[in-house]
């Protein structure tokens, strides 16, 4: 189980520091639309721009020959919506159910651990998000492709219903 210290963090500037720090070719195209009124999200900061780190790692390996990488943020007043959309190859049918399985991988040996994509779903669970996977290998059915949806609630804090909570003003 993850411990989380969830504070108020502007997701848009998390999201765009989170791009901003990874290497590209200059072949992939990046681009961030952001269609929030709010931005604060109370969420664990370092789990979650990791989480967007291996996210748009594996988008931008999926396109060796380059493409498009799209961010987009959305939201409401309960939740937090972030989409990481690629142009690259896709994940295959059989490999879908897999994603999240630790340890599996489609890199070659010595190129991937297989613990990214499991770490980014333990990380939006204990954040009570929802992470989404849709993708396509073939051209014949439209552009080919993955886009990975995480949904995060705006506040992280949960008590449990016998608990108490008391707050002192001083």
């Known amino acids: 189980m993850q411990v989380l210290k969830p504070r108020e963090t502007d997701i848009v500037q998390l999201v765009k520091e989170s791009i901003r720090t990874l290497q590209k070719q200059d072949s992939i195209k990046v681009s961030l639309c952001a269609d929030l009124a709010d931005t604060a999200v109370g969420i664990d900061q370092e789990r979650i721009q990791k989480v967007l ?4 790692t594996n988008a931008i390996e999926a396109m060796p020959l380059g493409g498009d990488l799209t961010v987009v943020i959305e939201g409401d ?9 690629d142009t690259g190859v896709g994940i295959s ?6 994603l999240f399985t630790p340890f599996f991988t489609t890199k070659p ?13 333990g990380t939006v669970k204990a954040h009570s998000g929802v ?3 849709e993708s396509n290998t073939n ?11 995480i949904t995060l609630p705006r506040r ?5 219903p016998t608990m108490k909570l008391i707050l002192h003003e001083e």
């Open 93 to 98: 049918r059989e490999n879908m159910d897999r």
């Open 77 to 85: 007043r309960e939740q937090v919506y972030i989409s990481i959309e």
């Open 156 to 160: 992280s804090l949960h008590l449990k």
């Open 131 to 133: 992470i989404a996977v």
């Open 53 to 56: 780190r291996d996210l748009v």
């Open 109 to 121: 040996v010595g190129e991937g651990t297989g613990l990214g994509l499991p770490s980014a779903y």
């Open 139 to 149: 051209p014949q059915n439209g552009p080919t492709g993955t886009r990975v949806r």
